[in-house]
């Protein structure tokens, strides 16, 4: 039988594995997609302009739902998601699609920086929906 902070370490571990999986193998099309050069050299025309925002704002969700996924069955399986929980979806969602415009339109951050800002959202998660 697993011990309490057994059962957090899992959650954590497993937390990272979905943001490796999101982040690197679900995002598919999404990745040239939220790329607003991406959009100019293959669709010029005025409408698509920004186009590429839906791709950040929809990478973003998943890569949210993805990470929090384990912590969130962790709380249900306590009996306890509480209301605040949905405050954290929104921050992280945000962050995550911040980020990424920084990375992949301002070309104001590298994959390291990137990664690490994502990796700390996912421990801190934990730390406030496991820990505390």
């Not at 739902?65 to 306890?80: C, E, H, K, N, S």
Request: proline share 2%; glycine share 4%.
């Amino acid at each position: 039988m697993l011990t309490s902070l057994e059962v957090k370490i899992v959650v954590l571990l497993v937390m990272i594995q979905m943001h490796i999986i999101d982040d690197y193998c679900l995002q598919g099309k999404l990745a040239n997609f939220k790329q607003r050069r991406w959009w100019e050299q293959n669709y010029p025309d005025a409408m698509y302009k920004k186009d590429y925002l839906m791709a950040l704002f929809l990478h973003a969700f998943s890569w949210t739902f993805m990470t929090m996924l384990p912590v969130v069955v962790y709380r249900i399986l306590l009996g306890d998601l509480p209301l605040w929980c949905y405050g954290v979806f929104a921050v992280n969602w945000l962050i995550h699609g911040v980020v990424d415009h920084f990375k992949a339109n301002k070309l104001a951050i590298n994959l390291i920086v990137d990664q690490s800002i994502h990796l700390v959202q996912v421990v801190v998660t934990w730390v406030v929906l496991v820990l505390l």
